[in-house]
């Protein structure tokens, strides 16, 4: 089954301005933060899979502020495998 457009989806003009106002209020990757660094965010991530249950699409408290590479590589891996992510600091070290 091909996948739906991120209209489909329910990324519409509404969502492209909750967006921009979360990201006005959250600035910085949520992820990074964790590890002490400050990294500019770009992308609103759902932390928990709405999976098209709009309740939980439009749940602020469901949302993080992420830049592209930490969206991209380590949340999409944690959702693909099931497991949660695993934030370092900048000694490397585990934080959580």
Same mark, same amino acid.
């Given at each position: 089954m091909a996948r739906l457009s991120a209209r #489909?989806?329910?990324?519409?003009?509404a969502w492209d301005k909750a967006r921009a106002g979360f990201l006005r209020d959250h600035p910085w990757c949520a992820i990074?933060?964790?590890a002490g660094r400050y990294t500019q965010a !770009? /992308? /609103? =991530?759902h932390i928990k899979p709405h999976r098209g249950d709009q309740s939980l699409f439009w749940d602020r408290s469901n949302? #993080?502020?992420?830049d592209? !590479?930490?969206h991209s590589s380590a949340k999409q891996k944690?959702?693909?495998s099931g497991k949660p992510v695993r934030v370092t600091g900048v =000694?490397?070290?585990p934080i959580d």
């Open positions: #489909q989806r329910g990324y519409s003009t990074c933060l964790k !770009t /992308v /609103v =991530d949302w #993080q502020a992420l592209a !590479t930490c944690a959702e693909k =000694d490397g070290w």
